[in-house]
């Protein structure tokens, strides 16, 4: 499909598959991050890692150097207990801090984002209601809507 016809598309734009379009809007697609002086294989290990960039910075550093997102979002996982005690209350904004600097590091994406004009944005993955829109399709979608969200702040 032609860039200009997706672009006045009404229809929502579902990401999620590497073999599909719009995977570099995922967190685990390969677009380095550098923050406070340190570089981060993706977004998904700068995410992860800001659970315990302030209080367990060793472990911050162990996610970074983590061998794939995978292995950063399981690394993060098992250790849950120790990250930081208000995350529930500031991981959104925490996403939105880590998609600016991915698309703002990464221009190219920026554009990708913009040229998706006024569309919605969906993470469709099937287990995950809270960042995407889970097995029955009725999640939060909270990456999507940080991803317009950014794509506004763009504008």
Same mark, same amino acid.
């Not at 995978?70 to 990250?83: F, S, V």
């Not at 913009?114 to 909270?142: C, H, M």
């Given at each position: ?11 929502? +734009? ?9 995977? *570099? ?7 380095? +991050?550098?923050? *406070? ?6 977004? *998904?290990?700068?995410?992860?890692? #800001? $659970? ?8 911050? &550093? &162990? ?14 996982? %098992?250790?849950? $207990? ?7 209350? @500031?991981? +959104?904004?925490?996403?939105?801090? @880590?998609? *600016?600097?991915?698309?703002?590091? #990464? ?7 913009? $040229?998706? !004009?006024? %569309?919605?944005? +969906? &993470? ?7 960042? !995407?829109? !889970? ?19 763009? %504008?």
């Amino acid at each position: 499909m032609h860039a200009s016809s997706r672009q006045r598309s009404t229809s929502p +734009i579902l990401f999620y598959d590497r073999d599909q379009p719009y995977y *570099e809007f995922t967190n685990f697609a390969p677009y380095a +991050i550098k923050y *406070e002086d340190k570089t981060y294989p993706t977004a *998904e290990h700068l995410f992860q890692a #800001h $659970k315990f960039l302030d209080t367990r910075p060793a472990l911050a &550093e &162990e996610i970074r150097n983590a061998p794939s997102p995978r292995g950063a979002l399981d690394e993060a996982t %098992r250790m849950q $207990k120790l990250r930081r005690d208000d995350w529930l209350d @500031v991981n +959104i904004s925490v996403m939105d801090q @880590v998609l *600016e600097a991915k698309f703002t590091q #990464h221009p190219a994406l920026r554009d990708t984002l913009l $040229k998706t !004009g006024d %569309r919605g944005i +969906i &993470e469709a993955s099937p287990v995950d209601a809270f960042w !995407g829109y !889970g097995d029955d399709k009725q999640g939060r979608n909270e990456l999507g809507k940080a991803l317009v969200r950014l794509r506004e702040k763009f %504008r």
